[in-house]
């Protein structure tokens, strides 16, 4: 088929060409005859302009000059002499006007005669290509003889081509086809095995880790001492009285009226501890939510304690915040070709007991209610959920909440929370091969400080915001005091952050406490009420957590496997 659309296409061509050059012998005689023409018009031209300028310097000059010396005695040979030099000065011009016509009657031949010369270089181009005129004709003569020895060895081509088409179709039906099949039913085999193993070692993978995370605590208790600054130096009552033990990570010393207290919590930090040494803590957390965990993550202390630069940090050194959602994308990333994510955040502020959304321009004001969708869930009506596709999308998003959350200045801290911040996290999660879903959800909360009224000054408004403050603070260890006691009931009703976190603290959850301390002799009252609070924390035990699986069942992935087993 290629030898006989070749040979058409010579035929074509072989046509195509002869029409071109009977075309261009036309269009050369024809424009033999107009460069002709045109170049005798060009000669006729220039030869009358040569007569008119030979005419033109033959001519005896109009203007004669005559000098002559007179002597002015009357009016009337004052008029005349004035209207002689007017004169004079009129035949003067028109000299000149003379001599720029003739300038241009020069340039006007030397344009014809470059304008003659091009003619006669295309004059001389179209008589070559008449005389290769002949040589052309006499290789399309040629042509047919070729076409018709191409014809001849494409017939021949085309009966081989057939009989190896049928020997080979021979071959495959009866040697090389039970081969492939027994390969690909081999392979199919092989991959089962693969893909098997692969599920075996991803639920092991889980099961271990969580153990790590179980045998570390469900409800770690993390402590953080503050640094001295520069500017708390040279007040009074600025001695250091928390000391850490460098042998020890877990304990910590307060000396308090002259006696040292000891705590025991599951790590302590030293004043020095940078973010990246406090978020190491954190991270297996994060990886437990992408599993399908529910886990929650907050900084608690007095005012002016750190907890905010522990948990947003700064742009150049940020804190917890920015650092889980990194690596919670890091970790999505890395399991882009078995599993698919969707991850929508929100973030809202419990003010005076009082919901805000920190995502939408107004701050509106929410409740929290029961999902009517049966589940017995909790949802917050008009909360707005953005969903986010990559890690830069989300610290697009951070300055906004920022900015809407309220901050006034006390005695304690000129740049003092006085809300609750809650940043939480839904990841969504599919297997591309079996189909089962995972559900987790990240809660990274920046609780208010605790503070005492007598000593922040606060009056009026900020009265009423320190009271709800403290209040709801109450109420938090108030719940993990019923978790500890194993009590049928547990009081999460008593404030909205608790009633908000009802799901991350209760059973078969994770959660991170980070403890925020100063060092300072000034906060020890504050330092030790913290302390006190945290060892409780530590003590309390959440059960083993549970992961909330959809669509796992196991003849479901069976089917999911064989599936994938049949198409690779």
């Known amino acids: 088929e290629n030898l006989r659309s070749r040979v058409l296409q010579l035929e074509s061509s ?4 002869a029409e071109q050059l009977s075309h261009l012998e036309h269009q050369r005689e024809q ?4 460069k002709a023409e045109e170049l005798r018009r060009r000669e006729e031209c220039v030869r009358e302009l040569k007569l008119e300028l030979d005419k033109e310097r033959n001519k005896e000059p109009v203007v004669k000059y005559v000098t002559q010396t007179v002597e002015i005695e009357s009016p009337s040979t004052l008029l005349q002499l004035s209207e002689a030099r007017q004169q004079n000065e009129q035949l003067s011009e028109k000299l000149r006007n003379q001599r720029e016509r003739c300038r241009h009657l020069e340039e006007n031949v030397r344009h014809s005669d470059e304008v003659s010369c091009n003619l006669q270089h295309k004059v001389f181009n179209i008589a070559c290509l008449y005389v290769k005129f002949p040589a052309l004709q006499k290789r399309l003569s040629a042509l047919p003889s070729t076409l018709r020895t191409i014809k001849t060895d494409y017939a021949s081509l085309r009966s081989q081509v057939l009989t ?7 071959m495959n039906h009866f040697l090389i086809l039970p081969q492939i099949m027994a390969g690909i039913n081999e392979m199919s085999e092989a991959n089962k095995d693969l893909i098997e193993k692969y ?4 639920a ?3 099961k271990y880790h969580e153990q790590l995370v179980e ?15 520069k500017e708390d130096q040279h007040e009074e009552g600025q001695t250091v009285v928390v000391t850490t033990d460098p042998n020890n990570e877990s304990a910590l010393t307060v000396l308090s009226k002259g006696k040292a207290k000891n705590f025991e919590l599951d790590k302590v930090f030293h004043p020095q501890a940078t973010q990246e040494e406090v978020f190491q803590e954190i991270e297996p957390l994060i990886t437990s939510c992408i599993d399908g965990y529910h886990v929650c993550i907050f900084a608690y202390g007095q005012t002016g304690s750190g907890k905010t630069y522990t948990m947003e940090g700064s742009v150049e050194n940020p804190g917890i915040n920015q650092r889980a959602l990194k690596h919670l994308f890091n970790e999505i990333e890395e399991r882009k070709d078995m599993w698919t994510y969707t991850v929508s955040v929100s973030s809202v502020e419990i003010y005076n007991e009082v919901l805000r959304d920190l995502l939408s321009k107004d701050g509106e004001k929410l409740d929290i209610k029961i999902n009517p969708d049966g ?28 900015s809407n959350r309220i901050t006034f200045g006390t005695q304690m801290n000129q740049h003092s929370s006085r809300s609750h911040a809650l940043l939480t996290v839904t990841v969504l999660g599919t297997d591309l091969a079996s189909g089962a879903k995972t559900t987790g959800k990240l809660n990274l909360v920046d609780l208010a400080g605790s503070e005492r009224v007598w000593k922040s000054g606060a009056e009026g408004e900020r009265l009423k915001e320190a ?35 009802q799901d991350s603290l209760g059973k078969g959850n994770k959660t991170a406490m980070v403890v925020q301390v100063s060092s300072l002799e000034s906060n020890v009252g504050e330092t030790l009420c913290s302390l006190k609070f945290a060892q409780r924390v530590c003590k309390v035990e959440l059960g083993p957590a549970q992961l909330v699986l959809f669509e796992t069942f196991a003849h479901h992935a069976y089917k999911a496997s064989l599936h994938l087993c049949s198409t690779s």
């Open 204 to 206: 092991l993978r889980r």
């Open 215 to 229: 045998l570390k605590g469900n409800i770690r208790v993390l402590c953080r001492v503050k640094p001295v600054l």
């Open 31 to 34: 424009s033999e005859w107009r």
């Open 199 to 202: 599920r075996k070692e991803v």
């Open 164 to 170: 190896f088409y049928l020997l080979l179709s021979f």
């Open 467 to 501: 009271q709800n403050i403290n209040r709801s603070l109450l109420a938090l260890g108030d719940v993990i005091q019923a978790l500890k006691a194993h009590q049928t009931h547990i009081p999460f009703r008593n404030s909205r952050l608790t009633y908000l976190l």
């Open 375 to 402: 589940t017995g869930q909790l949802h917050v009506p008009g909360l707005r959920v953005m969903e986010v596709k990559s890690f830069q999308h989300i610290k697009k998003v951070s300055p906004r909440v920022s």
């Open 14 to 17: 072989l046509q195509q060409q």
